[in-house]
Structures are given as structure tokens and as C-alpha cells.
């Protein structure tokens, strides 16, 4: 038969009972808070890492690591994407990675500090031969060289000349050469060789001011 003292002391043991189940529910919520979509969670399973769960796999992982030295540092751990997304702009301002598991993230970036890095490359506007070139507010670009990116002839030096594989470089080198056979000659430096006419002999090496520069014909000679 129960007394007034059971059915008090079972009313107070029910309730204590209740509270513990709320209290186990109030934790279990605190390490696992879901979002309103039911998409994604935070979860700490343990205190040095914070993963973010998404319905098939973990999408980012936040750790606490430590170096040689036993010094501890943070990490960020993104899942890559399997395909690019179908649209661009839901990326945009985010932080993720591809599949090729490259960083990616489309916006201005600044840094105020050095960047060091072991290879460098801007596809935009890239091209064989092309310089980067710098605005006057330093935006860099990819630019053709004025030259256009080759060495150009030694004819199109302004004291340069090739007369068949005659050679000469220097001004007035060679200038009296007006041979309308091959002549091999080399004359570099100024006036060099600057006097040799096409009346004979050739093969002639002279290399220095105004060397050999009154010579006008002469058979494998060396000044």
C-alpha cells in the first residue's frame, strides 16, 4: 500500500530521472549542432580538431598539428571537388578546391607582406616569348617584347655586316667590301678591315681598332 512519503519519494526520483535524460539530450546537441537545412554540421570528436560534415563525407577539417620542434599550428583540410561546379558564381568569394586538387579562390586576394613561391604562372594573356611587364600602379601583364622576340640579323645592326659568310661588326668594318663572290672574311672592331676591296684574295681575320683597315686585298691574313 503506498504512503504519502513513497509516493513523494518515487515523485522525486522521476523527476531526477528526467532531468538526466534532458541534460545527455543538452550535450549531445552541444557537440553535434545541425544547421536548419540538415545539410551540414560542426562536430569536435576530439578538442585539437573541428571537422564540418556534410550528408556522404567530411567537407573541411580543422586541426591543431605540431612541428619538429613540438610546437603546435593549425591546418585547414579541404574535400576536393569531383567535377568543377556547373556554375561559377556559387564559388565566387569561397574557398575550395578542385579536382586536380588545386586552391582555389576567385576574388581579389592582397597580401602585404612578401609571397615566396618555388614556380610561378598567370595564364591570362600568357604567350611563347612574352615578358611580364608592369603597370605604373604595378598590375603585371603579359606583354610581346618590342623586338618582337628574336634576335634580329647582323644586317640590322647599324654597324653590322654580312657579305656572304663575311662578317664584319664595328663601324666602317668591311665597308669597301663589295665583293660579288665569297670572300671569308672577318673584320670586327672599328674601320676593320674597312679598306679590303673584291680585287683578290680572302679569308682574312682582323679583329681590333682599325685593323688591317688600309688592307685591300690579301690571302688568309691574321691581325
Do not use: C, H
Amino acid at each position: 500500500m503506498f504512503t504519502k512519503t513513497n509516493i513523494y519519494t518515487f515523485f522525486l526520483i522521476s523527476v531526477f530521472f528526467i532531468s538526466s535524460i534532458n541534460a545527455q539530450e543538452a550535450q549531445k546537441k552541444t557537440s553535434q549542432e545541425k544547421t536548419s537545412n540538415g545539410i551540414s554540421s560542426v562536430q569536435a570528436p576530439v578538442p585539437s580538431a573541428v571537422k564540418f560534415i556534410g550528408q556522404n563525407n567530411i567537407y573541411a577539417k580543422m586541426q591543431a598539428q605540431k612541428d619538429d620542434n613540438g610546437n603546435e599550428f593549425a591546418t585547414l583540410d579541404l574535400t576536393a571537388a569531383t567535377n568543377d561546379p556547373s556554375e561559377p558564381d556559387s564559388v565566387k568569394l569561397k574557398l575550395w578546391r578542385d579536382a586536380n586538387m588545386t586552391l582555389i579562390y576567385s576574388g581579389d586576394f592582397q597580401v602585404t607582406d612578401n609571397i615566396r613561391t618555388r614556380t610561378f604562372r598567370m595564364t591570362n594573356g600568357a604567350g611563347t616569348g612574352k615578358v611580364l611587364t608592369s603597370s605604373s600602379i604595378g598590375t603585371a601583364s603579359w606583354q610581346t617584347p618590342s623586338g618582337g622576340g628574336s634576335g634580329g640579323s647582323i644586317n640590322g645592326l647599324s654597324d653590322g655586316k654580312t657579305l656572304f659568310s663575311s662578317v664584319y661588326l664595328g663601324q666602317f668594318a668591311g665597308e669597301d667590301d663589295n665583293s660579288t663572290s665569297d670572300k671569308a672574311n672577318i673584320g670586327i672592331g672599328y674601320n676593320a678591315l674597312g679598306s679590303f676591296t673584291n680585287a683578290g684574295g680572302g679569308e682574312n681575320t682582323a679583329i681590333g681598332y682599325s685593323s688591317m683597315g688600309s688592307f685591300t686585298e690579301g690571302l688568309q691574313n691574321t691581325a
